[in-house]
Nanobody
Framework: VQLQASGGGLVQAGGSLRLSCAAS????????MGWFRQAPGKEREFVAA????????SYADSGKGRFTISRDNLKNTVDLQMNSLKPEDTAAYFC????????????????????WGQGTLVTVSS
């Protein structure tokens, strides 16, 4: 499956952005999907994930209450709604697809994902 992330941009602190990940080549209905981010000079970190069925989601503490992940298996897309953005949310955001996650911890682990899209840059100004 090929993944294409979009929706990044420049926003002021307190603003909102909606990132979208469009899949092609294969339906994402059988994949668990995740969003990760990487700020300059930092390691890639987990942001949010959603089970293939949509009935389980997981969020990093940094985004709880502010970020919402959703998926539309008919449209083959996964979105990340980000509200109340902070300067520390500035990073390149990546979507990823993985399968056969046996534990909740697997959703948070980048190495468990098989396919990655290119990043979309989010810049939050103070």
């Amino acid at each position: 499956v090929q993944l294409q992330a979009s929706g990044g941009g420049l926003v002021q602190a307190g603003g909102s952005l909606r990132l979208s990940c469009a899949a092609s080549g294969r339906a994402i209905s059988g994949y668990n999907m995740g969003w990760f981010r990487q700020a300059p000079g930092k390691e890639r970190e987990f942001v949010a994930a959603i089970k293939w069925s949509g009935d389980f989601t997981s969020y990093a503490d940094s985004g709880k209450g502010r970020f919402t992940i959703s998926r539309d298996n008919l449209k083959n897309t996964v979105d990340l709604q980000m509200n109340s953005l902070k300067p520390e949310d500035t990073a390149a955001y990546f979507c990823a697809a993985g399968s056969s996650f046996a534990t909740s911890g697997a959703y948070r682990t980048a190495s468990r994902y098989d396919c990655w899209g290119q990043g979309t840059l989010v810049t939050v100004s103070s």
